[in-house]
């Protein structure tokens, strides 16, 4: 009770004091971030990569991983990943893809499987995508994410002057490049599920930087002679209850699903989890801190005056 009478009441921290620790942490996650995605890539889902993935149970307690790939390695697929999952090593994920790579042979290595395996495991999810339709899934779903980013971008290009919009791109391209390279780290499935989940992650970072600097813009007109680093400051604790407020409330059902959700909602919840905390710390150590870089009482020169800043 007391860490929550905490949270909802004014609080006077001084955010900027730390605001180089925090500079530090973002360059090292990015740093991280990029060479993971370098080096090691990501774990396409079959979404992407084409292929079968079938989720079974055992009937007869813990799953033998071991004797189960000796025994579907009579089907010699071109690839065969064996993965156990959930309490008790009772469930087992296979990812498989046969040698021709087409719909037809991914349907006879499903049925091949399932022959193989039925008698002592119950079938909970089958998945089958062509190596044609990922390709063009992936495609679309790069696609989808990089148009969705650009008019973000222009929104907020638009929403705010120029000074406030360099702190607001700033802070998403920084949320979605730790998201997406931790995605990377862990090793997580990147499919078409996790794309949704990154999309609503850059809404979620976006809303809270839009009602940051709204805070930061009333206060300007409001403390006209208050220092600005102490305005940011104030700001941010204005709202801070809410932030917190509306971050732990998101975790709360991104966790459950991460915990409860089963392996099919794993990435999804991840990110969303994960975006979260990202999202909510780069509003306070990244997208206020830089603005603290510009003199945000200087008026623009006419020229450089953004025609929607107002809207």
Sequence with gaps: MKIFSWIIKDTTIDFLKLRYIGYALSV???????????????????????GVLIEVKSKNGPVDVDQIRKDLSVLKLDELNLQSVGQGNEQLMIRAQADNANEESQRIAVNKIKEILSNDFTFERVESVGPQVGDELKKSGIWASILACVAISLYIWFRFEWRFAIGALLGLFHDIIITVGLLSIMHFDFSL????????????????????YDRIRENLQKYKKMPQY??????????FSRTILTSLTTLLASVALLVFGGEA??????????????????????SVPILNFFDLRKQPKEEEVNPFGNM
């Design 265 to 286: 909602l794993r990435s999804f919840a991840f990110v969303i989890t994960v975006g979260v905390v990202i999202g909510t710390y780069s509003s306070i150590f990244v």
């Design 28 to 50: 090292l996650l990015i740093a991280a971030s990029v060479a993971s995605m370098t080096l090691r890539g990501f774990n396409w889902g079959i979404d992407f990569s084409g």
């Design 230 to 239: 102490d305005l940011l400051n104030k700001s941010v604790n204005d709202i």
């Design 193 to 212: 599920t996790t794309i949704a989940a990154i999309l609503t992650l850059v809404g979620y970072s976006v809303n809270d930087t839009v009602v940051t």
